[in-house]
């Protein structure tokens, strides 16, 4: 099966979709403790025409009264790093060239300062998510925009993060969703390459 017959419509299609969400009150994510998540859906590859379309999505979004709010995940990580994280991160760089350190080291190094122990609302990338959040409610008709999801591989799903943050998503929030089309239904495979994940409480947009 080629990528057109997984994936989907164009990116102004979607962004027309996208807004007839945000404008229905009985959207199907209501329900689940008020949470207001949608994934908006683009192939790996696709990446550099997503960012490309980002300045006319805003424009429509403001043309109908909504705040767009756009953050990046690359940014919130970063911010993290260079925080708490520094001083081992700066020791991991420097040990680069003097040995060969497993894979595993990295990742559990960066998952360390980013997550804890297990994804919870005391995860510093959790904690920086409801900060925007709560930051970005001060506003009217705000939309959270959240960007370069690809940044979460591999040490997180987006799924955990919905789950973790029931309740917490104070604005409609949109992810911009790297992946395919999953096997099941309308469950998502992130980056085309994890197994369809069936835990997700938002709404896809393809």
Known sequence: MNDQNLMMHSFEDKTESLVRLLGSPGSNVTARQGDRVFNYHYLPGEWASLRASLPKMRVRLEKLGYTPHIHSFADIMSSIFEGKGKKAID????????????????????????IGPELSLASPIV????????????????????????????????????QVMQGKFKVPTVIFYPGRRGTVGDNPSFLGIYSSDGNYRSTHVY
């Open 91 to 114: 020791a991991m760089t420097s040990a680069e060239g003097k040995t060969n350190l497993p894979h595993k080291s990295y990742t559990g190094t960066l998952q360390q300062f980013l």
């Open 127 to 162: 904690v920086a998510l409801i900060g925007i959040l709560e930051e970005a409610a001060k506003t009217h008709k705000s939309v959270l925009l959240l960007t370069d999801v690809e940044m979460l591989h591999p040490l997180v799903r987006v799924s955990a993060f919905e």
